[in-house]
T-cell receptor, first 116, second 114 residues
Framework: GAGVSQTPSNKVTEKGKYVELRCDPI?????LYWYRQSLGQGPEFLIY????????DSGLPNDRFFAVRPEGSVSTLKIQRTERGDSAVYLC??????????????FGEGSRLTVL | AQKVTQAQTEISVVEKEDVTLDCVYE???????LFWYKQPPSGELVFLIR??????QNEISGRYSWNFQKSTSSFNFTITASQVVDSAVYFC???????????FGTGTRLQVFP
């Protein structure tokens, strides 16, 4: 499809396990964003990439969270030693221009992570 | 610091009623953008509108209209003649020119009953 694709759509894991969430942005979009949305809350910024480099990772909650975008397209959000508090929907968005330059963000449907 | 407040947690209306969703923002920057997104049950955030801080002209798009008032730091969203398909969570968001982080409010859940 032409939109932002996220896999898996649902992931159930046990506390302490490692998880990877994948985001395939719209072709040609250089900016890629990860957000986390807890139940009943608005999305919270985690990290964004401009090309291959993480331009701002100030939203990552701790060093268990890491994200990469090695070829400037697909990105993977990695969570080590998962905790129950990590349970949320992880949203990915991409844009042609940076959001601060009035770029429009296109969001995927999210990956719902449940940590038991 | 930037902040977006959506005081209405949930609103219920009957089809064909008009409804206004409130949004109040805080920022010290003079250049910023305001957004509204719709999140239907499928979960995907759908872009509705973007306004820049220098353009206070109100906008109408079909049944949707937006009222931007810098004097009260508000960017309210009105749906005229609501329909069941309008049922969703609506988020107001803010970004300032010197960052690339979109700051979202907590959202307003709109339920439109037939």
């Amino acid at each position: 499809g032409a939109g932002v694709s996220q896999t898996p759509s649902n992931k159930v894991t046990e506390k302490g396990k490692y998880v990877e969430l994948r985001c395939d942005p719209i072709s040609g979009h250089t900016a890629l964003y990860w957000y986390r949305q807890s139940l009943g809350q608005g999305p919270e910024f985690l990290i964004y990439f401009q090309g291959t480099g993480a331009a701002d990772d100030s939203g990552l909650p701790n060093d268990r969270f890491f994200a990469v975008r090695p070829e400037g397209s697909v990105s993977t959000l990695k969570i080590q030693r998962t905790e129950r508090g990590d349970s949320a929907v992880y949203l990915c968005a991409s844009s042609l221009l940076l959001a601060g330059s009035s770029g429009e963000l296109f969001f995927g449907e999210g990956s719902r992570l449940t940590v038991l | 610091a930037q902040k977006v407040t959506q005081a209405q947690t949930e609103i219920s209306v009957v089809e064909k009623e008009d409804v206004t969703l409130d949004c109040v923002y805080e920022t010290r920057d003079t250049t910023y953008y305001l957004f509204w997104y719709k999140q239907p049950p499928s979960g995907e955030l759908v872009f509705l509108i973007r306004r820049n801080s220098f353009d206070e002209q109100n906008e109408i798009s079909g049944r949707y209209s937006w009222n931007f008032q810098k004097s009260t730091s508000s960017f309210n969203f009105t749906i005229t003649a609501s329909q069941v398909v309008d049922s969703a969570v609506y988020f107001c968001a803010l970004i300032t020119h010197n960052t690339d982080k979109l700051i979202f409010g907590t959202g307003t859940r709109l339920q439109v009953f037939p």
